[in-house]
């Protein structure tokens, strides 16, 4: 099989994708336990809950958009759609990750976190998968 020959421009770009995706799964998986435990005072055992919560939806996100993108048929391609898509939600929800509501009550901080880093997730996913 013969090698596909690709413009550096389009590698580039690929590499300053993967660049983004890198940094935004690092300040996930870095920072944000410490935030919500330190910053928010959301206390351990709820974040155990949320991220078991996000292990599961983990679990059945990745699959999903990988059957999702693999079937895409665009004229740009199955990925760049997905990349391109996802770029201005995958901002907004690293602003949000680290926005959380201004307030006292455990149960919303809880609901909060579990929806953000769901939402973080399924966004990232949707990027991310596409790039490699």
Known sequence: MAQEKH?????????????????????FTYLI?????????????????????????????DPLIGILSDRTHTRWGKRKPWIIFS???????????FTPPATSDLVAKFVYFVF??????????MMSLNTL
């Open 87 to 97: 770029i201005i939600p995958l901002s907004l929800v690293m602003f949000f990750l």
């Open 7 to 27: 413009p550096f421009i389009e590698k580039f770009s690929y590499s300053i994708g993967q660049f983004a995706d890198t940094v935004a799964y690092q300040a």
């Open 33 to 61: 336990f410490t935030f919500y435990f330190s910053v928010v005072k959301l206390p351990v055992d709820c974040i155990t809950w949320a991220f078991i919560f996000w292990s599961i939806w983990n679990a059945l996100n």
């Open 116 to 125: 953000i880093i769901i939402t973080f997730d399924g966004v990232y996913t």
